[in-house]
Every structure is written in structure tokens, then in C-alpha cells.
């Protein structure tokens, strides 16, 4: 990556960090996929806000929406989270109406959790808001570019992940 105006993405490594701007000058692909997760992750926590959802509650909601009555610990391992954060998102979300916890008639141990109507009825706000923030995040990428962009990304995490194994 290229400080200044001759860089690609338009973006000078300087703008990737204020605390060390040492960070995006030596490390620059490290440096914009955390400029691109923070843009991202604040744009998701503004949409959700306006739906009463914290970020990541959106996935747990889509996962059930696609498929109702998971396991918790499938809901874990989906989304390769901890017992402890999901069952804090599930606890919100069953606060909230949005979700139910039921024991397994199979195994007393394992817990099922279910969509209420209410997070039922959900699905249509939260989808259309999930697709604004898609739109706007690949409004200025060619239809080559967004395909390339999505391929990298997933090269990209998929070489984080091995190397984290």
C-alpha cells in the first residue's frame, strides 16, 4: 500500500491510526482490515440500535431464522464463539422477547433455543437493514471489484484461521 494519493483505496496509511501511525505505514494490510472491521462494526451497531440489537445478535437471530430450535452449543460453534458469550447475547435476546430457551426432551443438558413471533417478525427490518449497510459498503466498487473484494476477504480470513489453529 502506497501513502498519498497515488494509493488504490484512497485511503493514506496515516488515516488507519491515530495512536501509532507507525502501524499502517508497516503494516498496511493489517492496518485496513482494522480501519474496514471498525467502519463496519460502528455502522452495524448504529443499524442495529434503531432494531433494540447489539451487534452480533443480528447472526444468532439469522441462524435461527434459517433454521429455529438450535442447539446453544450449535449456535457456538456457528459462529465460533464461547458458551459464555453467546449464552449473554441468548440472555438479551430472551429479556427482550426476542428468542426462548427450552431443555431438550432428548437430553435434559442441552438447551434449544427458539424465535418468539416477535423475533419472527423481526427478520424483515433487520434483513433490509443489513442490506442498506451492503449496499452502502460496495456502492463505490465496480461489480469486478465487490467480486474480488469478496474473494480476498475470504483468501484473507481463511489464511488468519489456519495460521490461529
Partial sequence: MQD???DPCGVDAGQCVA???S????????CAIAMLARAHRAAVQALLADLGLFPGQEITLMLLWDK????????CEAQRLDHSTIAKSLRRL???GLVSRTR??????????RLT???????????????ELERRAVAD???????TFVALAHRIAGSIDRRAD
Fill in 117 to 131: 413471533e416477535s423475533g419472527k417478525a423481526l427478520r424483515e427490518r433487520t434483513e433490509a437493514a443489513l442490506a
Fill in 94 to 96: 430472551e429479556e427482550v
Fill in 23 to 30: 502501524f499502517g505505514r508497516d503494516f498496511p494490510a493489517s
Fill in 19 to 21: 495512536a501509532e501511525a
Fill in 141 to 147: 466498487l465496480t461489480d469486478a471489484e465487490r467480486a
Fill in 4 to 6: 498519498g494519493p497515488d
Fill in 104 to 113: 431438550s426432551d432428548d437430553d435434559a443438558r442441552v438447551s434449544l433455543v
Fill in 68 to 75: 429455529d430450535g438450535q442447539s446453544q452449543k450449535a449456535l
